[in-house]
């Protein structure tokens, strides 16, 4: 007990201390001038409603279907604890005309509050504005990375931005940075994958196309960088269950994303719900103060994620009390809670004030981010929308933008004998759980939190098999649905359907989870899809298979009986009509793995795996995925060569050019995703495998050749090292591209090799 009083105190102190440093720092503009003057009319109740987050179902009619909001909640919300912020959606998605009631009753609730503040309104538009009917549903994150293409990340970004404000919500909880390194972890399909350079590069497109040059305009919203640090990567492979990541791998691996979207100006950041070597980040002032705030010099809001700081207390069991939750968050950095259910943030974060506990300065510098962040966002001239000025709203030029992207998403993993594209008059059999329906091209947060309504509510949107039909006509399609997710259904029904059938279009993988639902004790596919792989492949009939799935699950046995396979991700909502142009030939496919697909369930390693993790060379147990992140076929061929460099030695303060040449060896335009890797020959800390440092993806006609340049600097070749100091170390470096390498030395004066080698 003494111990955590003394811990507070200096937990206390700390804070005062850092605000103070901050304070010196920071530039004042004309907006800060503005938000101070606001603030110095707010009394200690308004300060601390601004940093109280509800769910909408807190001001809503409980069990109304439509949804209804509850004008006496909505009352006590804004007049009783002046709630600056409200997110989520009650039940499921609603039409632009629901949204425009919603948003401008609670507006028209908060113009009633003494100092009129507006709402900031929060939603998870993490592939399109997810819970509005109509939108435009783009591939999930990790099939958005397949893709290699930074322009097309930033245009869904633009468009998603476009439609949440015609949803009248300025607010996004989106990209999410957190690195894909676990295949178990349920969330990985929310993640650009398993590199920390693509999830870095992809993330800051994204928030560039969210927040556009002018987040206050009518076309763009503020993004929430999520979940920062370390979310990704539990032991368990469970969600919000315990990690243990040393500093130096934080820093290595987790952080540069966050940092990159710092620098890309993210407007807010949300916290990691986990614990980190027994600490949870929603307690860490290290993590939210000293690091995000002392190094990143991020300057936004920081918003808890849902019920964190109760959690706290019920799962951390790190605070005593709920009271003692809520004074250590804030303490530590936390700028708004997402409560969400109640108000008892509220009520003892302002009994904490008044005792000294947490100082004003803190709730000061927390209301001064949100309020300008609600100005920036133009709440304040327009706290709702004109309906009017959205006509592109679920437009086509929208769906083909989303179709671009699964088109360049997909990845061809295999393809024996070139039995990709199939004929159109071929008698196709489509079967296997994930062929008919939505929930396995949307996955989660798709119209609901779990997207298990999205069949019902896609409205037009072909799954894989309607896509099928409609491509090649139904007279040629059979279909069996031959398994559900894990149990077999009428098998022989299905086998007897393959004999009549030129190929068979398997569809294995997964149907719609998010978060701790998602969870599972076996990597592998259940029993029942492979199975009905095993029964299709005895019919000899040749199986393209099809891996609709969110998280690479174990495919090893159905997979080695495939003729051609092809993942799909969760590729949104045009996914189906992708698949069906690759599979019959109008489009050639382009996407690459953004994680490694693992071929047993014991051998999860990244692509950037130490040098111990490739086993010695009579090793069978060493580093052997089933496809390596990075490949992904194309129906065309290319070669690379004249891999060059402008200088064999690389110095301080110097770049270095780097080209190839790339040829499109094969009969069809193809576009090819050109990625450089380099690698530390020998460093202090044992140097990885490899890291991807650049990539480019280009368009290539038949016989074209294209000379492609990079840049790397020294910078680009650094790594954390054992004191955590961030170094690019003197030494010997291979760079890779295709299959040509190259060697340099790089020479530095300041930090020399600690190898001894030069
Ligand atoms: C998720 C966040 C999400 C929030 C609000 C949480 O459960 O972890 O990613 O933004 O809910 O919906």
Known sequence: MKRTFITIINLVFINICVIAQSHKTAPVSALDKKVDALIAKMTLEEKVGQMTEVTLDVVSKSNTSPHQLDADKLKEAIMKYHVGSILNVSGFAYDRKHWYEVISDIQKAADQDRLKIPVIYGIDAIHGVTYTLGSTLFPQEIAMAATFNRDIAQKAGEITAYETRASYIPWNYSPVLDLGKSPLWPRIYETFGEDPYLVKTMGASIIKGYQGNDVGDKYHVAACMKHYLGYSYPLSGKDRTPAWIPDRYMREYFLPPFAEAVKAGAKTLMINSGEINGVPIHASKYMLTDVLRGELHFTGVVVTDWRDIQYLHDRHHIAATQKDAVMIAVNAGVDMSMVPYDYTFYTYLVELAKEGKVPMSRINEAVHRILKVKYEVGLFERPVGNPDDYPKFGSNEFRNVSLQAATEAITLLKNNNNILPLKKNMKVLVTGPTANTMRSLDGGWSYNWQGDLSDKLAVGKNTILKAIEQKIGKENVTYRPGSAYDSVLNIEETISAAKNADVIVLCLGE????????????????????????????????????????????????????????????????????????????????????????????????????????????????????????????????????????????????????????????????????????????????????????????????????????????????????????????????????????????????????????
């Not at 792989?533 to 099809?546: D, R």
């Open 511 to 758: 149907l719609s989870y998010t978060e701790n639902v998602g969870n599972i004790d076996d990597l592998s596919l259940p029993a029942a899809q492979t199975q009905l792989a095993l029964e299709l492949a005895k019919t000899g009939k040749p199986v393209i298979l099809v891996l609709a799935e969110g998280r690479p699950r174990i495919v090893t046995e159905a997979e080695s009986h495939s003729a051609a396979t092809l993942m799909t991700y969760l590729s949104g909502n045009e996914g189906g009509d992708a698949l069906a142009n690759i599979l019959f030939g109008d489009a050639n496919p382009s996407g690459k793995l953004p994680v490694t697909y693992p071929r047993y369930t014991n051998s999860l390693n990244n692509y950037y795996r130490k040098n111990l993790e490739n086993g010695n060379p009579d090793d069978k147990h060493g580093y052997n995925p089933l496809y390596e992140f990075g490949y992904g076929l194309s129906y065309t061929s290319f070669g690379y060569s004249n891999l060059r460099i402008s200088k064999p030695d690389l110095k301080d303060g110097e770049s270095l050019t780097v080209t190839v040449d790339v040829k499109n060896t094969g009969q069809l335009e193809g576009k090819e995703s050109v990625l450089l890797y380099t690698s530390q020959l020998y460093a202090s800390i044992s140097p990885d495998f490899k890291r991807l440092r650049a990539y480019d993806k280009i368009t290539l006609k038949p016989g074209e050749v294209k000379t492609v340049t990079f840049k790397i600097t020294p910078t680009d070749l650094a790594f954390v090292n054992d004191v955590n100091k961030t170094v690019t170390e003197g030494g010997e470096f291979k760079i890779l591209i295709g299959d040509q390498v190259v060697n340099f030395k790089y020479i530095n004066s300041l930090v020399p090799s600690r190898t001894g080698r030069l």
